[in-house]
């Protein structure tokens, strides 16, 4: 009698994870994917007609990202330990050139193979070992979501006064104090959420026109906002900004460094993030745009926030650092039909900036996550659909309004995901010269290219976690100052740049002293040359399953043939 309760029990939570099967449901018979259980349609690569991201479509995706809350007030915490607004804007344009470059390399292999990162990863982490770097990404990735929901909400409370005014402000909070969110701001955050969860229904390949459209309203709104703050203000007043004492020396010199590392802190997104967009590229020069897109925004975003809170400075008598704390005191003392509309549209722009910003940096991410960790069930677009429901369960306002310590620590998460990309940008240039065999990709079995050692890189996993070793207890000091030593915290300080090159000299080292193995048994002596692969798209003439769409392109005994008019999107880099 118990057994069968039991299993009566079991029956349920069964029964629903075999309806939900990707392979179950739906109508299109190819929405399992092709190359078995580690596959499905978005885990495998992206067909022809979704290669539809252009070269514009890259600039605008990578320039339109930098106009957010957290690239807006980046320069709060750099006065903070003495540096003044140049220095800033200096170490803004190294950080843009540095990341510039590495978003380039580690697109490019993603541009010719079409995979996303989930399937990306495995080439230098191995089939399983794939699964906790997926994972990392992911739940940090679901953490921001929340909270850059709750940053645009802040906008939609803006907006809601313009129109409602007193009647507004005046709403009855019936939420205690410990819920930390009145019920007014808890009606803007479910505004905003409403707003922006019919994106998660998108597919990533047609989201390109998203960040067209921000790519030339969030500039627009802000730079209209400077102008009117100096305007108003005559001007702008740098030196009410910070009450600490201006570095000089060596101070400097590592207020300098603790500065690139904070500002690159936000900009860690799209460096792991890129091979789950350049999969959609038809070729990897269309991906260069985006580099440029970076250079131009970043320092300009860092500056308009500078200038925009210095000029409120002057004319308020206080620093409001974020964008929307500005936009309530222009209210408060300008309030009037021509003050609450402009103040409307300004708001609403940058509501739409950052929820725009949060799809890319976030909602696309843990649907592939999603996707890479359960193919079975989740494919992109579902994956995209939890993310923003789990933005409810995160409560981020608890999470901004008294836990400083954890928002420090998420900021430490270039410690983590810097070590990840320099493993894969080394492994794909160094070790396997731009070649990758797809199939393996999605082949746990041994003796296959990417199984490794019971499915895990121990060579990458080995590189990470030293780099992490050597940057983790600076985390201690970032939390509770004056507890670890100043050399941890100079390494610290140091991290992006230490994490980055460590493990990317380690792993290169590593393979070098254990060579990995680079293509299937019996296709060692084939004789390709530096990303040879990419004409086939990772594809031998004999592998058991070959896309359609590459038929022709492959010639007996495995060597390339493209047939004219057959690879459109192979023409160029």
Request: proline content about 6%; charged content about 15%.
């Amino acid at each position: 009698m118990k057994l069968a309760t039991v299993k009566h029990a079991l029956s349920g939570p069964r029964a629903f994870l075999e309806n939900i099967r990707i392979d179950k449901s739906g109508q299109d018979e190819h929405e399992s994917g092709h190359f078995g259980k580690w596959s499905n349609k978005d885990l495998d690569p992206s067909p022809p007609e979704q290669r539809s991201w252009t070269s514009w479509s890259f600039f605008a995706f990578q320039f339109s990202i930098a106009f957010s809350p957290t690239t807006y007030n980046v320069g709060a915490s750099l006065y903070a330990i003495g540096l003044n607004w140049w220095t800033i804007l200096i170490a803004s344009i190294v950080v843009s050139a540095m990341v510039a470059a590495l978003l380039l390399l580690n697109s490019r292999g993603a541009a010719w193979y079409h995979i996303g990162y989930p399937t990306f990863i495995r080439a230098s982490s191995g089939i399983y070992g794939s699964l906790v770097f997926v994972f990392i990404r992911g739940v940090v990735a679901i953490l921001y979501m929340a909270i850059q929901t709750l940053y645009a909400s802040k906008f939609i409370a803006v907006m809601l006064r313009c129109v409602f005014g007193h009647r507004w402000t005046d709403i009855p909070n019936y939420l205690p104090e410990s819920a930390a969110i009145t019920s007014g701001d808890l009606l803007a955050f479910g505004i905003l959420w409403l707003l922006e969860f019919p994106f998660a229904f998108v597919h990533p390949s047609k989201m390109d026109v998203v960040f067209r459209v921000k790519s030339v309203l969030a500039p627009v709104g802000l730079f209209a906002t400077m102008i009117w703050a100096l305007v108003s203000s005559h001007g702008a007043d740098f030196s009410g900004l910070s009450t600490a004492e201006a570095a000089t020396g060596s101070a400097l010199g590592w207020s300098f460094m603790k500065a690139i590392n904070t500002i690159v802190s936000n900009m860690i997104p799209p460096l792991v993030n890129i091979p789950d967009l350049a999969r959609y590229a038809r070729r990897p020069s269309d991906t260069i745009p985006m580099s440029v897109g970076l250079m131009l925004s970043k320092p300009v975003v860092v500056a308009l926030g500078m200038v925009i809170t210095a000029a409120g400075y002057k004319q308020f008598g206080e620093a409001y650092w974020n964008l929307w704390d500005f936009y309530s005191s222009i209210l408060d003392n300008y309030w009037g039909p021509g003050a609450r509309t402009l103040v409307f549209f300004a708001a609403a722009i940058q509501a739409f900036a950052t929820f725009v910003t949060n799809l890319t940096s976030n909602s696309i991410p843990v649907g592939c996550d999603l996707a890479g960790l359960f193919p079975r069930y989740f494919t992109i677009v579902r994956g995209q659909v939890v993310c923003f429901l789990l933005a409810w369960v995160c409560v981020p306002w608890k999470l901004t309004y008294s836990a400083t310590s954890f928002l420090t620590f998420l900021g430490s998460y270039l410690c983590f995901i810097c070590p990840i990309v320099a493993c894969m940008v080394v492994d794909y240039y160094l070790i396997r010269h731009g070649n990758i065999h797809t199939p393996s990709l999605y082949t746990p079995t041994p003796g296959t290219p990417y199984y490794y050692t019971a499915g895990f890189n121990i060579r990458a996993f080995g590189s990470w976690a030293a780099a992490i070793a050597l940057v983790i207890p600076g985390v201690s000091g970032a939390l509770n100052p004056g507890s670890i030593g100043i050399a941890a915290v100079r390494i610290y300080d140091l991290g992006f740049l230490i994490s980055t090159s460590v493990t990317g000299v380690l792993y290169y080292l590593s393979c070098q002293l254990w060579p990995v193995m680079v293509y299937p048994d019996g296709k060692e002596d084939v004789g390709v040359g530096y990303e040879a692969m990419k004409e086939t798209e990772g594809f031998f003439e004999d592998d058991p399953i070959i896309p359609e769409y590459l038929t022709g392109r492959l010639g007996v005994d495995g060597s390339v043939e493209v047939i004219k008019g057959a690879g459109e999107d192979l023409k160029g880099l």
